[in-house]
């Protein structure tokens, strides 16, 4: 059984591009907020990007503001995390999930579904 399905991710040199996109199973996101997360070694987990079930809201950390775009496609069940202007520190694995029943917002517990991760590698 699986839930959320990512696809995406690879090795970009510094200032390129990469689409990352998470797949959900039946009614997974349907009327979540759904967010992308990612963590890279020795670091904790940290949020990336979020948007609510309707589109119209979304929140980014300072770190990616103005590079990363998060949206989704609610009859197609998906979520897309496109990135530009990638750093080496954008490095990490990343990961789509599924907020709780009636949350918007950073906080990695309060999401309860969870993609596989796929690795983003940006050189320098």
């Known amino acids: 059984q699986v839930q959320l399905v990512q696809s995406g991710g690879g090795l970009v040199q510094a200032g390129g591009s990469l689409t990352l996109s998470c797949a959900a199973s039946?009614?997974?996101?349907?009327?979540?907020?759904a967010g992308w997360f990612r963590q890279a070694p020795a670091k904790e987990r940290e949020f990336v990007a979020g948007i609510s079930w309707s589109g119209s809201s979304t929140v980014y950390a300072d770190s990616v503001k103005g590079r990363f775009t998060i949206s989704r496609d609610n009859a197609k069940n998906t979520v897309t995390l496109q990135m530009n202007s990638l750093k080496p520190e954008d490095t990490a694995v990343y990961y789509c999930?599924?907020?709780?029943?009636?949350?918007?917002?950073?906080?990695?517990?309060?999401?309860?579904?969870w993609g596989q991760g796929t690795q983003v590698t940006v050189s320098s």
């Open positions: 039946g009614r997974t996101f349907s009327g979540y907020f």
């Open positions: 999930a599924r907020g709780s029943s009636g949350y918007f917002g950073p906080d990695s517990y309060r999401y309860n579904v």
